[in-house]
């Protein structure tokens, strides 16, 4: 499995931003992709992650409470790519953002370790 995430950049607080995260590979019919951020000097945390199953294109969400009401994630599974919608962006959103692959179900686990598959990383920058 290989993913390749996109969408990063320079914007202003406030402003917005969607990253996307495309998979190719061989899945399971029911895994979870997330996102991951890691800012600088700091440790790499969960921000957001969808389940998904089948075809359809609902999904357990799960979301970091620095995010919740800002970030939204979603996916089409006809793409196999999930996007993130942040908005309202802050300066300590400032992080490069990685995209994360679990096949531990339709269980969004915050657990770095549970992800085996990352995307290369792409970096938002949120001035002030």
């Known amino acids: 499995v290989q993913l390749q995430a996109s969408g990063g950049g320079l914007v202003q607080a406030g402003d917005s931003l969607r990253l996307s995260c495309s998979a190719s590979?061989?899945?399971?019919?029911?895994?979870?992709m997330s996102w991951f951020r890691q800012a600088p000097g700091k440790e790499r945390e969960f921000v957001a992650g969808?389940?998904?199953?089948?075809?359809?294109?609902?999904?357990?969400?799960n979301y970091a409470d620095s995010v919740k009401g800002r970030f939204t994630i979603s996916r089409e599974n006809a793409k196999n790519t999930v996007h993130l919608q942040m908005n309202s962006l802050k300066p300590e959103d400032t992080a490069v953002y990685y995209c994360?692959?679990?096949?531990?179900?339709?269980?969004?686990?915050?657990?770095?370790?549970?992800?085996?598959?990352w995307g290369q990383g792409t970096l938002v920058t949120v001035s002030s």
């Open positions: 590979g061989r899945t399971s019919s029911s895994y979870v």
């Open positions: 969808i389940s998904i199953s089948g075809s359809w294109n609902g999904g357990n969400t």
């Open positions: 994360a692959l679990s096949l531990s179900g339709n269980i969004v686990t915050t657990i770095e370790g549970r992800y085996r598959y």
